[in-house]
């Protein structure tokens, strides 16, 4: 009989165990992952005095990826034995790793575990523990502490809290810039915790960052500066006087990539700063990163362009940002044109119908002649943002013959997403689009070679239906898809098939009995075995809609019967399953 900590696994337990201890790196890991089966078989007290000492005595030198499963199932334990005070030197092992796949995780795995110790206990050894890795020769160890510091400051005394910070300031001018990079990426966790903490040594902290002469520390001063402008939102002094000289530096940082990680942040700035330090202070700036020299900085401002207009005036939007956002629409780099296809439309709501008309209207139609199908595409799965100003009627002429486009383009991820607009245009326009261009074109798509475009236009059929009514299904679909049953490529009899599972619950008993049944008495008998196993599929999702007693019931449950005898073993699994 298999013991409870073994149903978590196959493999039995004095197996794994054993494997603890291969030389073989493949065995080892899968019993690193299953490492919690182990300790439930042993029970808490052998974990503490066998299993654990193991671990650190033996594994903590070995391969990179049985480190990683380390770090990943050690913390788990503390549920076996109830603390995390045991499983601190074996963690702290870990965060020496030099891989830094697997101390990012040991980090993890260091704060997990400190949920589970008790603080007043092992205060003296989380804190030597963090001086060990401060005094190391190794930056990655540096690097720890300085992960681990704002997770442990909250927790331990008074006295310890100010060695915890004047050890962060020391990292923060350590020689090696990597330790400093670190320091710098966990500046924002250390700001979170204010007003528990010394405000002023961590502005200072940060001030450091700032002159820092490597731009992959500076990079990481906007995450600190965002902390600060959220701890001092509605403290306009202080917002004004600390935070806007520092936004001032970094926007107009030498290199780019400091100033992208502002144009990055400029929406959680935009929120804290408040109205008027926002207009006068950041707007500016983002202007500028529109028109920055940097493609990846433009790409960046123009993807946050609907957010960041939402905290602005609608005098702003038309005469700051709009004037700065139309070169845009003809840059010669695609992304800038794919950024902005996708953020413009939602300023229309914004700015109302006729400042949409005088302004956005003409980029919208420079932008959807793009060359480019990605800019199109961007551009229609935010049509609904413009139709809330302009009636959609009026931008038929020039959306309908840019949609045909998208149908037909040669990328099948385009002509996949392209499908599900058919709807957006059925709920604003009814059936009357449907033309025979349109008609033909979701024909089209139901032959289409790539599985994932006709499954997007059996999906897009469903939604059609649900819009415009069985009625149409019956009378105008379904006279157009029949032919579909009769295709020489069984994959296409397929497609007629998986339509009808879609549409059953949709179709009227009268319209599944006219239009359906007869599809499904030709396809029962399908010589491929495929159309057969979907045909039973078809036959068990039908027949519950039909009218009980009716001819169609009868000869339904008739051929689900036959399929149930068929030579195809599969075909009989799906007729007889429930």
Same mark, same amino acid.
């Given at each position: 009989m ?9 493999t039995?337990i004095?197996v794994?165990?054993? $494997?603890?201890k @291969?030389e ?22 052998r974990?503490k005095?066998?299993?654990i000492? #193991? ?7 070995d ?8 770090? $990943? ?13 045991? !499983?601190?030197?074996?963690? $702290?092992?870990l965060c020496?790793?030099?891989? /830094? ?12 575990? !400190? ?7 092992s ?8 001086? =060990? ?6 930056h ?13 400051y909250?927790?331990v ?9 004047? /050890?962060?300031?020391?990292l923060?001018?350590d020689e090696?810039?990597l330790?400093?990079? #670190?320091?710098?990426m ?10 528990n ?12 960052? +700032?002159k820092d ?15 600060f402008?959220?701890a ?35 929406v959680? !700035? %935009?929120?804290?700063? *408040?109205?008027?330090?926002n ?6 700036? #983002?202007?500028k990163?529109l028109?920055d @020299?940097?493609?990846?900085i433009?790409?960046?401002?123009a ?6 207009? /939402?905290?602005?005036d609608?005098?702003d939007?038309?005469?700051k940002?709009?004037p700065?956002i ?10 800038? =044109? ?11 709501? +914004?700015i *109302?119908?006729?400042?949409t008309?005088?302004?956005?209207? @003409?980029?919208f139609? &420079?932008?959807?002649?793009?060359? #480019?199908?990605d800019? =199109? ?7 609904? $943002? ?13 959306? &309908? ?6 149908a037909?383009?040669k990328?099948w991820?385009?002509?996949a ?12 326009m *009814?059936?009357?689009f449907l033309?025979?261009?349109?008609s033909?074109i ?19 059929i469903k939604s +059609? ?25 069984y &994959? ?12 059953a %619950? ?5 319209a599944?009995?006219?239009t359906?049944v ?18 039973a599929k ?14 169609e019931?009868?000869n ?10 068929? @030579?195809?073993v599969e ?5 007889k399953?429930?």
């Amino acid at each position: 009989m298999v013991s409870p900590s073994e149903k978590t696994t196959s493999t039995p337990i004095a197996v794994l165990i054993d $494997e603890l201890k @291969s030389e073989d790196v493949k065995r080892k890991v899968n019993s690193v992952k299953n490492l919690m089966a182990i300790a439930n078989a042993l029970g808490a007290e052998r974990t503490k005095t066998e299993l654990i000492p #193991f671990l650190v005595n033996e594994m903590l030198e070995d391969e990179d990826e049985v480190l990683l499963g380390l770090s $990943e199932t050690l913390p788990n334990l503390c549920e076996v034995i109830g603390s995390g005070n045991l !499983l601190l030197p074996a963690v $702290e092992k870990l965060c020496y790793a030099e891989d /830094i796949t697997v101390r990012d995780k040991a980090i993890a795995g260091f704060k997990r575990v !400190l949920a589970k110790v008790d603080i007043k206990k092992s205060e003296e050894n989380i804190m030597g523990i963090i001086k =060990r890795f401060v005094s190391a020769d190794y930056h990655t160890a540096k690097g720890a502490a300085a992960s681990i510091i704002p997770t442990v400051y909250p927790m331990v005394s008074s006295n310890s809290q100010s060695d915890l910070l004047q /050890i962060y300031a020391l990292l923060s001018t350590d020689e090696v810039p990597l330790v400093r990079k #670190f320091a710098a990426m966990n500046l924002k966790d250390f700001v979170k915790l204010l007003p528990n903490t010394s405000e002023t040594d961590l502005f200072n902290i940060l001030k450091t960052f +700032l002159k820092d002469e490597q731009d992959f520390v500076r990079l990481y001063v906007i995450d600190g500066l965002v902390a600060f402008a959220k701890a001092y939102n509605g403290n306009a002094q202080k917002l004004n006087t600390a935070i806007i000289p520092i936004l001032k530096t970094l926007a107009e940082d030498a290199t780019w990539r400091t100033r992208y990680t502002v144009s990055d942040k400029v929406v959680e !700035l %935009g929120q804290f700063l *408040g109205k008027e330090l926002n207009k006068k202070y950041l707007l500016p700036y #983002f202007i500028k990163f529109l028109g920055d @020299s940097e493609a990846e900085i433009k790409t960046n401002a123009a993807a946050r362009l609907a957010d960041y207009a /939402i905290l602005l005036d609608v005098d702003d939007i038309v005469g700051k940002v709009i004037p700065a956002i139309k070169p845009l629409a003809s840059d010669t780099i695609q992304h800038v =044109r794919s950024a902005l296809a996708s953020s413009i439309l939602q300023l229309c709501p +914004l700015i *109302g119908k006729k400042y949409t008309n005088e302004h956005i209207l @003409s980029l919208f139609l &420079l932008l959807l002649r793009d060359e #480019f199908s990605d800019v =199109r595409l961007a551009l229609f799965k935010n049509l609904d $943002e413009i139709t809330k100003v302009i009636d959609i009627d009026s931008l038929s002429q020039s959306l &309908l013959p840019a949609l045909t486009d998208l149908a037909v383009d040669k990328n099948w991820r385009t002509r996949a997403a392209s499908i599900e607009f058919l709807s957006f245009f059925a709920r604003k326009m *009814g059936e009357g689009f449907l033309n025979d261009k349109f008609s033909k074109i979701l024909l089209e798509w139901l032959h289409d070679r790539v599985f994932g475009v006709r499954e997007a236009a059996v999906n897009c059929i469903k939604s +059609l239906t649900e819009i415009l009514g069985g009625t149409w299904a019956e009378k105008v679909l379904f006279p157009k898809i029949a032919v579909l049953q009769n295709n020489a490529n069984y &994959l296409h009899r397929q497609t007629i098939l998986f339509i009808i599972i879609k549409l059953a %619950g949709l179709l009227g008993q009268d319209a599944l009995g006219k239009t359906v049944v007869p599809v499904l008495q030709v396809l029962y008998k399908d010589p491929v075995p495929n159309v057969r196993i979907n045909a039973a599929k078809a036959l068990k999702t039908v027949n519950p809609y039909l009218k009980e007693k009716s001819t169609e019931k009868e000869n339904v449950k008739k051929w689900l019967t036959a399929l149930q005898e068929d @030579s195809d073993v599969e075909v009989k699994l799906v007729a007889k399953s429930p």
